[in-house]
Nanobody, 127 residues
Framework: VQLQASGGGLVQAGGSLRLSCAAS????????VGWFRQAPGKEREFVAF????????YYGDSVKGRFIISRDNAENTVYLQMNKLKPEDTAVYYC?????????????????????RGQGTQVTVSS
Protein backbone atom coordinates (compact mmCIF):
# COMPACT_ATOMS: atom_id res chain seq x y z
CA VAL A 1 0.00 0.00 0.00
CA GLN A 2 1.27 3.46 -0.93
CA LEU A 3 0.02 6.51 0.92
CA GLN A 4 -0.16 10.05 -0.39
CA ALA A 5 -1.04 12.98 1.84
CA SER A 6 -2.37 16.18 0.30
CA GLY A 7 -4.37 19.27 1.13
CA GLY A 8 -1.79 21.26 3.02
CA GLY A 9 -1.23 24.95 2.47
CA LEU A 10 -1.08 28.37 4.01
CA VAL A 11 -3.99 29.51 6.15
CA GLN A 12 -4.61 32.26 8.66
CA ALA A 13 -5.10 31.49 12.33
CA GLY A 14 -8.69 30.51 12.99
CA GLY A 15 -9.11 29.05 9.54
CA SER A 16 -9.64 25.50 8.36
CA LEU A 17 -7.98 22.96 6.08
CA ARG A 18 -8.85 19.41 5.14
CA LEU A 19 -6.04 16.97 4.59
CA SER A 20 -6.48 13.79 2.59
CA CYS A 21 -4.56 10.53 2.78
CA ALA A 22 -5.13 8.48 -0.35
CA ALA A 23 -4.06 4.86 -0.55
CA SER A 24 -3.15 2.97 -3.68
CA UNK A 25 -1.89 -0.50 -4.42
CA UNK A 26 -4.41 -2.31 -2.30
CA UNK A 27 -7.57 -2.04 -0.26
CA UNK A 28 -7.41 0.42 2.59
CA UNK A 29 -10.45 -0.87 4.38
CA UNK A 30 -8.65 -3.10 6.91
CA UNK A 31 -6.05 -0.56 7.94
CA UNK A 32 -6.02 1.65 10.97
CA VAL A 33 -4.78 5.06 9.90
CA GLY A 34 -2.94 7.66 11.90
CA TRP A 35 -1.85 11.23 11.33
CA PHE A 36 1.36 12.58 12.80
CA ARG A 37 3.03 15.95 12.43
CA GLN A 38 6.49 17.36 12.83
CA ALA A 39 7.37 21.00 13.27
CA PRO A 40 10.90 22.33 12.76
CA GLY A 41 13.09 21.54 15.74
CA LYS A 42 10.40 19.45 17.41
CA GLU A 43 9.74 15.76 17.78
CA ARG A 44 7.11 14.06 15.70
CA GLU A 45 3.72 14.28 17.39
CA PHE A 46 0.66 12.06 17.28
CA VAL A 47 -2.35 13.92 15.90
CA ALA A 48 -5.22 11.51 15.25
CA PHE A 49 -6.15 7.90 14.59
CA UNK A 50 -9.13 6.10 13.09
CA UNK A 51 -9.72 2.37 13.21
CA UNK A 52 -10.50 0.43 10.06
CA UNK A 53 -14.12 0.03 11.16
CA UNK A 54 -14.45 3.73 12.11
CA UNK A 55 -15.57 2.59 15.55
CA UNK A 56 -12.70 4.36 17.26
CA UNK A 57 -11.18 7.78 16.74
CA TYR A 58 -8.48 9.17 19.00
CA TYR A 59 -6.82 12.55 19.10
CA GLY A 60 -3.73 14.15 20.52
CA ASP A 61 -4.41 16.52 23.38
CA SER A 62 -3.35 19.58 21.40
CA VAL A 63 -5.95 19.03 18.67
CA LYS A 64 -8.92 17.62 20.57
CA GLY A 65 -12.10 19.51 19.84
CA ARG A 66 -10.61 21.15 16.73
CA PHE A 67 -9.64 18.31 14.40
CA ILE A 68 -11.84 15.52 13.06
CA ILE A 69 -10.60 12.34 11.42
CA SER A 70 -12.84 10.37 9.08
CA ARG A 71 -12.56 7.88 6.28
CA ASP A 72 -14.21 6.76 3.08
CA ASN A 73 -13.16 3.17 2.49
CA ALA A 74 -14.88 3.10 -0.89
CA GLU A 75 -12.56 5.91 -1.96
CA ASN A 76 -9.52 4.48 -0.12
CA THR A 77 -9.11 7.84 1.59
CA VAL A 78 -8.81 9.13 5.14
CA TYR A 79 -9.46 12.78 5.91
CA LEU A 80 -8.28 15.13 8.61
CA GLN A 81 -10.53 18.16 8.99
CA MET A 82 -8.59 20.84 10.83
CA ASN A 83 -10.57 23.71 12.29
CA LYS A 84 -9.67 26.71 14.43
CA LEU A 85 -6.09 26.41 13.30
CA LYS A 86 -3.35 27.97 15.38
CA PRO A 87 0.20 28.99 14.47
CA GLU A 88 1.46 26.11 16.61
CA ASP A 89 -0.30 23.70 14.23
CA THR A 90 2.31 24.60 11.62
CA ALA A 91 4.10 21.39 10.68
CA VAL A 92 4.53 18.72 8.06
CA TYR A 93 1.66 16.28 8.41
CA TYR A 94 2.13 12.58 7.65
CA CYS A 95 -0.38 9.78 7.32
CA UNK A 96 0.43 6.25 8.35
CA UNK A 97 -1.36 2.92 8.16
CA UNK A 98 -1.18 -0.51 9.70
CA UNK A 99 -3.33 -3.63 9.46
CA UNK A 100 -1.77 -5.83 12.11
CA UNK A 101 -3.11 -6.81 15.51
CA UNK A 102 -1.51 -4.90 18.38
CA UNK A 103 -1.74 -6.08 21.97
CA UNK A 104 -1.01 -2.65 23.39
CA UNK A 105 -4.17 -0.58 23.22
CA UNK A 106 -2.14 2.63 22.83
CA UNK A 107 -0.05 1.42 19.91
CA UNK A 108 -1.59 3.95 17.54
CA UNK A 109 0.22 6.79 19.31
CA UNK A 110 3.62 5.45 18.29
CA UNK A 111 4.82 6.11 14.78
CA UNK A 112 7.07 3.05 14.64
CA UNK A 113 4.08 0.76 15.11
CA UNK A 114 2.83 1.54 11.62
CA UNK A 115 4.14 -0.40 8.66
CA UNK A 116 3.19 2.13 5.99
CA ARG A 117 3.96 5.80 5.89
CA GLY A 118 3.34 8.41 3.25
CA GLN A 119 5.15 11.58 2.31
CA GLY A 120 4.06 14.61 4.23
CA THR A 121 2.11 17.70 3.36
CA GLN A 122 3.07 21.12 4.71
CA VAL A 123 0.58 23.08 6.79
CA THR A 124 1.47 26.67 7.64
CA VAL A 125 -0.73 28.76 9.89
CA SER A 126 -0.02 32.47 9.98
CA SER A 127 -0.83 34.64 12.97
Amino acid sequence: VQLQASGGGLVQAGGSLRLSCAASGGSFSRYGVGWFRQAPGKEREFVAFISWSENWQYYGDSVKGRFIISRDNAENTVYLQMNKLKPEDTAVYYCTADSRFHKDSLWYRRLWEYNYRGQGTQVTVSS
